[in-house]
């Protein structure tokens, strides 16, 4: 559905997250021979994810889904740290600002 580029997290890694119709987001991370390796599924979604976003420095993501809930997942430990309720239909659209 989309995928979202990390910037250099503070462990140095070069991340990638996809967006996923099984309500599912996953985390890839960039290996040094230049393959991409799944390193986590975040799962908490209940239908599509819809929208994923890094913040500026990597350190969390935020993924938006067709339940109308809004997740902050800590992109290192892949935890979900804050699950935003209350958005009226699916959240397509995520950004944390500069």
């Known amino acids: ?8 997290a503070r462990s140095g890694a070069k991340r990638l997250a996809t967006a996923s119709a099984d309500g599912t987001c996953g985390v890839w991370e960039l290996g040094g021979e230049g393959t991409w390796r799944l390193v986590g599924r975040l799962r908490g979604h209940q239908g599509k994810v819809l929208a994923v976003d890094f913040s500026p420095d990597g350190t969390w993501l935020a993924t938006g889904g067709q339940d ?9 430990r892949l935890l979900c740290a804050r699950t935003l309720r209350g958005h009226i239909g699916g959240v397509a659209s995520v950004a944390f600002g500069s």
């Not at 109308?68 to 290192?76: E, M």
Request: one cysteine or more; charged letters at 20%; proline letters at 6%.
């Open 1 to 8: 559905l989309c995928s979202v580029f990390a910037p250099v």
């Open 68 to 76: 109308g809930d809004v997740r902050v997942w800590d992109a290192q």
